[in-house]
């Protein structure tokens, strides 16, 4: 089964700190990897898109990475921000089932000030 | 544009009750998902779709039916709701065409409550 976990379910860091969010899936075969952002009660916002064929995206203090022999992402957020606290879910969509895109449960971030 | 557009933001409904969320994208978008979400679970796939007048299921899709009449619009109905169908729900399109990138776009979500 095709899964994507994302430990740990929780986070909470002074601010100005630089952290890294994980996101571990269990097939390396898939067509991209995406890292969206949520507000309490709030919709998805996307944060960073990665194609197959990319190793980073960055944008901002934003950072993430693609190893897909290991079947890991990382998002990494540079001087962290009181604003950034959210929750940050990471998308696979696989090769094979191209269609569908599989969530992780996500990493609920604290930034406190 | 406005992207994905999900009706009604927020909807309480009594058990036994149907009711239809409307979700409407302008981008031209092939593909169109219907999720819900709730705590501690992510997000579920219940239905998508692959073009106008194809549908298919998710990871839980009893309880729901929808239609893609029309390229730009997915419907999810309820026939007979219950209270475990209270949750988010969220739907998203992602495109085919030239310059596809496969970015999944978001609407902003509709709370359904049955009581």
């Known amino acids: 089964k095709q899964e994507v976990t994302q430990i740990p379910a929780a986070l909470s860091v002074p601010e100005g700190e630089n952290l890294v969010l994980n996101c571990s899936f269990t097939?390396?075969?898939?067509?991209?990897l995406q890292w969206f952002r949520q507000d309490p009660g709030k919709g998805l916002t996307s944060l960073l898109l990665?194609?197959?064929?990319?190793r980073e995206q960055t944008s901002g203090r934003l950072n993430a990475s693609l190893d897909k022999s290991s079947g890991r992402s990382t998002l990494y957020i540079a001087a962290s921000q009181p604003g950034d606290s959210a929750t940050y879910l990471c998308a696979v969509r696989f090769s094979g089932g191209y269609q569908k895109v599989t969530f992780g449960t996500g990493t609920k971030l604290q930034v406190i000030p | 544009n406005a992207g994905v557009t999900q009706t009604p933001k927020f909807r309480v409904l009594k058990t036994g009750q149907s009711m239809t969320l409307l979700c409407a994208q302008d981008?031209?978008?092939?593909?169109m998902y219907w999720y819900r979400q709730d705590p501690g679970m992510g997000l579920r796939l219940i239905h998508y779709?692959?073009?106008?007048?194809?549908?298919a299921k998710g990871e839980v899709p009893d309880g729901y039916n929808v239609s893609r009449l029309k390229k730009q619009n997915f419907l999810l109905g309820l026939e007979s709701a219950a209270p475990s169908q209270t949750s988010v729900y969220f739907c998203?399109?992602?495109?085919?065409?030239?310059?596809?990138?496969?970015?999944?776009?978001f609407g902003e979500g509709s709370r359904l409550t049955v009581l």
């Open positions: 998203a399109s992602i495109n085919r065409g030239l310059g596809y990138t496969g970015e999944l776009f």
């Open positions: 981008m031209n978008h092939e593909y």
């Open positions: 779709s692959v073009g106008e007048g194809t549908t």
């Open positions: 990665i194609q197959s064929s990319q």
């Open positions: 097939d390396s075969a898939i067509y991209n």
